[in-house]
């Protein structure tokens, strides 16, 4: 079992910034993939960023060039740093853990942490 735990969500005007981390605990496998995914109301949930062991970053095309992610693997956490925030990234944002070569919707999820951006 792996926990994941996160912070860093909170109420900010456009063009601002935020920086989210999400712990993992338990069961860390050397090889593995830790990303942040979201879902705003009514919407399905999507990918934001992922980073693989190793691996370079993979970014939704609607934020690339404003978020960057990275991860700190002595410390089994993965950070994502939103720059030039805009309304449309109001979301719920959910940290995701896959062991091994295992897809996202097959790993562990965090319970999520709200971001709210201001017009």
């Known amino acids: 079992q792996v926990q994941l735990v996160e912070s860093g969500g909170g109420l900010v005007q456009a063009g601002g910034s935020l920086r989210l981390s999400c712990a993992a605990s338990?069961?860390?496998?050397?090889?593995?993939?830790m990303g942040w995914y979201r879902q705003a109301p009514g919407k399905q949930r999507e990918l934001v960023a992922t980073?693989?062991?190793?691996?370079?970053?993979n970014y939704a095309d609607s934020v690339k060039g404003r978020f960057t992610i990275s991860r700190d693997n002595a410390k089994a956490t993965v950070y994502l740093q939103m720059n030039s925030l805009k309304p449309e990234d109001t979301a719920v944002y959910y940290c995701?853990?896959?062991?091994?070569?295992?897809?996202?919707?097959?790993?562990?999820w965090g319970q999520g942490t709200q971001v709210t951006v201001s017009s």
């Open positions: 995701n853990y896959s062991p091994g070569w295992a897809t996202a919707q097959s790993g562990y």
């Open positions: 338990g069961n860390i496998l050397s090889i593995n993939a």
């Open positions: 980073i693989r062991t190793g691996g370079m970053p």
